[in-house]
């Protein structure tokens, strides 16, 4: 049973084209398949005799199901019908050990229990973060017979946070490397092996290598089959563009013949079918030899398709797993306020104007939100399953961008520190950020969060909770545009901020009143000092 569309996952068969003895060729269509989207039809890519049809007409199957068999007239398939139908799952369920302590390997797949010289250490990948389920090896720091003493540095490895050194527990000789530099494993897969030197630990080599092979091979094979049932796919769309566009009658080919029709400049309105009910089929593209046909063919476009794939690092992986389980997960709402920021600018020109002295808007939202949620305990929040956590501490989560993704440091008691202090944080961790030097506990413990894109000139937009946050401010762009003040339209200066809550814990009037406290803060800021 192919895979014709993305989604597909089983097929049910609409119709066969053909009966067991029937002769097949290449290209012929064996049957209408109906998929999750469409029924479409299903062409052979081998020639011979069909001998055995595997699921009627109206079943459902599974995809990779076996659908028929083709060969020679009369061949002996026997053995192939009691042979044991393959299982997937078998390729990723056999157990091998590979230290005492049964470590097992990447993807839990392991071996056959190999003996464990004495004084051999199996290091596996570390979980370096809490939201770690692989690690990439940047760097190693060691390489294969160097002497290793505990405590020294053996890699750089890439978590989904940052890029971390990675210090060995065991003194001796490395003997192998499991896990090549830029390559990814998961936690706790094989990352080297540790011991005395000159010691012989190829059998222990052979074994992980020997489950690396198996499982790399079976990931192909899965890989393989939908890329073939796109293209498939593709052709059939593509092929359609043969048709005249001068008149009604349909033109009955296989789409093997809609796609060399394509590759050739081949109207297929000028070639005679030779196969079932006058249906064009490869051969009658093969042989055909009409001296206009590229002037006869429909207009076809010229361009070439590329692209280019890059694979995900360990950062995008996790935002991607953590934001899609915070936004399908979390009823996200959004509350919208523009402030006047007249007040603001005079307020910062005023402090910048110390000597030393350097704040940003940042910094001023950052002080104002904290002062805003000790206030408001419920907006400074997190959900848990079974309780909600009022936090009476404010540590605010500064969204901070960088060339992989978005990381998170965390101002910690922000309502206690100064604007000063605050700018000299920010602008520390900012980066340290963008270099990949933060330390785990400074991305830890947020109970909220900021995300400012204003100095990109972006005016307003929605951000999506940091869980188990309750809520997350957006910041804009400030905007110099005309304004009502005391009943005259005036020059202001305004900004745009969204909150985007969670109302499993944060109600709309909460929020409301909130964002109420921290406009008084923004619009009259030196208050943020009294």
Same mark, same amino acid.
């Given at each position: ?68 068999? !083709? ?139 020997? !489950? ?212 000299a944080q920010v602008k520390d961790y900012a980066k340290r950020a963008r270099d990949k030097k933060l330390a ?91």
């Open positions: 049973m192919p895979r014709l569309s993305d989604t597909m996952t089983e097929g049910v068969v609409a119709k066969w084209l053909i009966k067991i003895g029937d002769k097949i060729e290449e290209g012929d269509i064996l049957a209408e398949i109906e998929t999750d989207k469409a029924t479409m039809e299903f062409e052979s890519f081998h020639e011979g005799t069909l001998l055995y049809l595997g699921i009627q007409e109206g079943e459902t199957a599974n995809v990779d199901s076996l659908l028929a068999i !083709i060969g020679e007239k009369g061949e002996d398939i026997s053995g192939l019908l009691k042979a044991p139908k393959p299982s997937k799952e078998n390729l990723y369920t056999e157990k091998i050990s590979v230290n005492k302590e049964n470590v097992e390997t990447e993807n839990n797949v392991t071996s056959n229990e190999v003996e464990i010289p004495k004084g051999i250490e199996i290091i596996t990948m570390p979980r370096l973060s809490d939201t770690m389920t692989e690690g990439t090896v940047a760097k190693w720091i060691k390489k294969v017979g160097d002497k290793v003493e505990e405590g020294e540095i053996l890699a750089e490895i890439e978590t989904d946070k940052a890029t971390m050194e990675f210090e060995s527990f065991h003194q001796g000789t490395l003997l192998f490397i499991g896990v090549e530099e830029g390559d990814s494993a998961n936690v706790d897969a094989v990352l080297a092996i540790i011991g005395e030197k000159g010691t012989d630990v190829s059998k222990i080599i052979e074994s992980i290598e020997e !489950i690396n092979i198996k499982k790399s091979n079976a990931l192909k094979t899965e890989q393989t089959k939908p890329v073939q049932a796109e293209v498939k796919k593709e052709e059939k769309v593509i092929a359609s563009s043969p048709k005249s566009t001068s008149t009604n009658e349909r033109i009955i080919a296989s789409p093997l013949a809609k796609k060399l029709a394509i590759e050739r400049n081949i109207n297929l309105q000028h070639v005679k079918g030779t196969g079932e009910g006058g249906r064009i089929i490869k051969r009658d593209i093969e042989n055909y030899s009409g001296s206009s046909a590229a002037a006869n063919m429909p207009f076809v476009p010229t361009g070439e398709e590329s692209f280019e794939e890059v694979n995900n690092s360990q950062m995008r992986k996790v935002i991607a797993r953590r934001l899609g389980e915070s936004k399908f997960t979390a009823p996200h709402y959004y509350l919208n306020v523009e402030f006047d920021m007249d007040n603001s600018i005079a307020f910062r020109n005023q402090y910048n104007s110390i000597p030393d002295t350097k704040i940003s808007f940042n910094d001023m939202i950052v002080k104002a939100t904290a002062l805003a949620l000790k206030q408001h305990p419920q907006v400074n929040s997190q959900w848990f399953d079974d309780k909600i956590r009022k936090n009476h501490h404010v540590h605010i989560g500064v969204a901070v961008g960088v060339d992989d993704g978005l990381l998170v440091p965390v101002v910690r008691f922000a309502n206690e520190q100064n604007l000063t202090q605050i700018g785990l506990e400074e991305m830890e413990g947020s109970t909220f969060t900021i995300s400012n894109l204003g100095m990109f000139g972006i005016t307003d937009f929605t951000s999506i909770i940091n869980q188990p946050n309750s809520a997350i401010l957006s910041v804009g762009a400030i905007v110099q545009k005309p304004v009502v003040k005391d009943g005259n339209i005036v020059v202001g200066n305004t900004m745009k901020l969204t909150l985007a809550c969670d109302h499993r814990t944060v109600d709309g009037v909460t929020g409301s009143l909130f964002l109420e406290t921290l406009k008084g803060y923004i619009e009259n800021p030196i208050t943020m000092l009294v």
